[in-house]
Nanobody
Framework: QVRLVESGGGLVQAGGSLRLSCGHSGSIFSIKDMAWYRQAPGKQRELVAG???????NYADFVKGRFTISRDNARGPVYLQMNSLTPEDTAVYYCYGRLRTLAAAPLRDYWGQGTQVTVSS
C-alpha cells in the first residue's frame, strides 16, 4: 500500500527557514502531480504549491517569492523550501500526490499525514 510521508516540520522563529520533504513507501508506477497544502486551526485546507510531471510549478499568492517546490525526478521526493516564514505560515502541511501504483491502475489521490510547522513571532 502506498503512503506519502512528510518530514521537516518544526518550530522556527519569524524570518527563518524550513525545508519539508515528501517521500513515499510502497511501489509507485508513475506520479502525475504533487503538491503541498496546509491547514491552519479553524481554517480550510489550502493549496500552497504544486508541481507537475514536467516540472511546471504553481504557487499560492501568499507564498510567491518565499517558497519553492521542487522534485528530484519523476518519482522522487518532493520538497518545499520555505523562507522568510511568518507566524501566518503556522499550519499543518500536507503532501498530496496524484499517481498510479500500476501501469493499468487508475490515477488516484494520496495524502500524507501532515507535518506541523510553527512560526513564532
Amino acid at each position: 500500500q502506498v503512503r506519502l510521508v512528510e518530514s521537516g516540520g518544526g518550530l522556527v522563529q519569524a524570518g527563518g527557514s524550513l525545508r519539508l520533504s515528501c517521500g513515499h513507501s510502497g511501489s509507485i508506477f508513475s506520479i502525475k502531480d504533487m503538491a503541498w497544502y496546509r491547514q491552519a486551526p479553524g481554517k480550510q485546507r489550502e493549496l500552497v504549491a504544486g508541481i507537475t510531471t514536467n516540472g511546471s510549478t504553481n504557487y499560492a499568492d501568499f507564498v510567491k517569492g518565499r517558497f519553492t517546490i521542487s522534485r528530484d525526478n519523476a518519482r522522487g521526493p518532493v520538497y518545499l523550501q520555505m523562507n522568510s516564514l511568518t507566524p501566518e505560515d503556522t499550519a499543518v502541511y500536507y503532501c498530496y500526490g496524484r499517481l498510479r501504483t500500476l501501469a493499468a491502475a487508475p490515477l488516484r489521490d494520496y495524502w500524507g499525514q501532515g507535518t506541523q510547522v510553527t512560526v513564532s513571532s
